[in-house]
């Protein structure tokens, strides 16, 4: 099943090319946009304010969240502006900063985007200083008020210490006065010491925010995927685009896409798919090589069908388009079923197209046919059957078809169902050529007639709807869809067909024995297609060699 859809995706080649040249596209955009980059990364480690840097790390874990939103503030950038000596550039300086923390650590680190390596380097070490100035500064500004705020609270105290010294100068000693007065200017001088000692421990931090542990160099080559990465990134990213376009279209596409398709619309089997040629559309009717061992094998499935084998009646006809492919497959499909040593007609009856006649090598002589019903006025059948030579497969027997006034009348007329009931003669086979099936009602009116139907189509040109609607009209009709044939050559149209030789070559016939004389090409009764003013034919004078006569009649 993947392999299936893999090969229906290939269907839309160009919707993959162009998503890979979109993908390329994309990538060579974006590979020249950006140039060459260069990134010059510093680290720095984050620690409290301490009074002795060796101690161990403090509880208090810094917020790493808050320094590196404030690394990349707007006072960090006019800092490290000032130092590079652009003040007025800090909106751009930030543009090539990026800093992130490592998880789990107090690190932070620093990387600076430029178009010149030295650039890089420099700007990127000037943050980090800014950075650790701004945090330093910030902390000696702490510290400051800290200090300020003890000393406006030992203010008091010391004025209030000096009272009571000079309080304690007029008492007499060992008075109780004197006592309380020593007290009290004890417990002052306790709270003052505390003070001093709280002040002294602030003055004696160390302030400094952090320590670089990685100092930024001019990187010696640019980083980013690069040109050829990006381009292959593009083409693999072109290449999904391209898969899920043409997923999208096959969707989407009302078209048969595979023989599965074509067997669940028709619920009918397959017979055959016919090679291509090397030219496409095959010039010639009667198929050589693997085309006509294709034909053959279409045949014999339909000898040993048990539909088939009790009328042995055969209607061909496509949905829609022109009769071209039907028409070669009627044809092989009779030299086929004469070459297993039936007795094969050919009927045609597009009788508004009739093209067969002029297009095959006819035998010698004219066999007596069918009359026409004089009540009819149609014309058709005609009164003779025209052997046609088919090679090496034999002769089978065609009775051409005819413009007439009334087709619908002709192709229901009793004549057309006596010629059809040639089936019934033991070892014989009709073979019936009709029009589209979904294009004029030719075709369902011979269906109660012929019984079995089998439909030629190109599956890239048919759609599931068409093939739907000729089961439902075949099976309404009475008929039976014995199966399908599936080729590839379009709808047979001159434009897919492209232009004809000048002049077609006939199809080889079998050759003369040795010594015997080369036979000459020579008329044969035919009808010229559109002279039927008076519902009459014209016919071709046969010029006899006296080397094919024998016993003075001509050989049969």
Known sequence: MLRDQFRQLLRYRLLIVAGILAGLAGGAWLGLRAGDTYIATSEITLRTPTTDPLAATSVDRVAMGSERRTAVSDVVAER???????????????????????????????????????????????????????????????????????????????????????????????????????????????????????ISSLRALDTSGGRVITAATPPGSPAGPGLPLLLCIGYVVGIGLGLLAAWVRLVFDPTVRS??????????????????????????????????EEYRSVAFRLAYDETFAQRRRLLVAAPRGSIETPLATAVNLSAAFAEMGMDALLVEADLRTPSLSGQLRHADGVRPGWPTDPGCGAGWPTGVRVPIDAGESGIFDLVPGRRVRNVPRALTAPATSRLIAHADTKGAVVVVLAPAVLSYADAIALTDRVDGVLVVCDPSQVRRDDLARVRELVVGA??????????????GTEEDRGPLPAEQEPAPGPRPAPGARPRQERPVARHLPGDDRDGTETLGLRVLDPADLEDGSPRQ
């Not at 599965?260 to 030219?279: I, K």
């Open 259 to 292: 023989p599965g398709d074509v067997t669940r619309a028709l619920r009918a089997p397959v017979l055959g798919v016919l090679p291509r040629t090397g030219r496409g559309h095959p010039d010639r009717l009667l198929a050589e090589g693997r085309l006509a």
């Open 478 to 491: 009475g008929g039976v869809l014995l199966g399908a044939v599936l080729h590839s050559w379009g709808s």
């Open 80 to 198: 490290a502006a000032e130092a590079l000596g652009s003040p007025g550039a800090t909106a751009s300086l930030k543009h090539g900063l990026q800093v992130t923390n490592p998880p789990n650590t107090e690190v932070l680190r620093f990387a600076y985007s430029a178009g010149d390596p030295e650039v890089a380097a420099d700007r990127a070490n000037a943050f980090v200083q800014a950075y650790l100035d701004n945090r330093q500064a910030d902390a000696e500004e702490t510290v400051a008020r800290s200090v300020a705020s003890y000393e406006d609270q030992r203010a008091p105290l010391l004025e209030r210490r000096d009272e009571l010294q000079d309080a304690l100068d007029t008492l007499a000693e060992g008075s109780s006065a004197y006592d309380s007065t020593a007290a009290d200017l004890s417990n002052l001088a306790g709270e003052i010491a505390e003070i001093n000692s709280a």
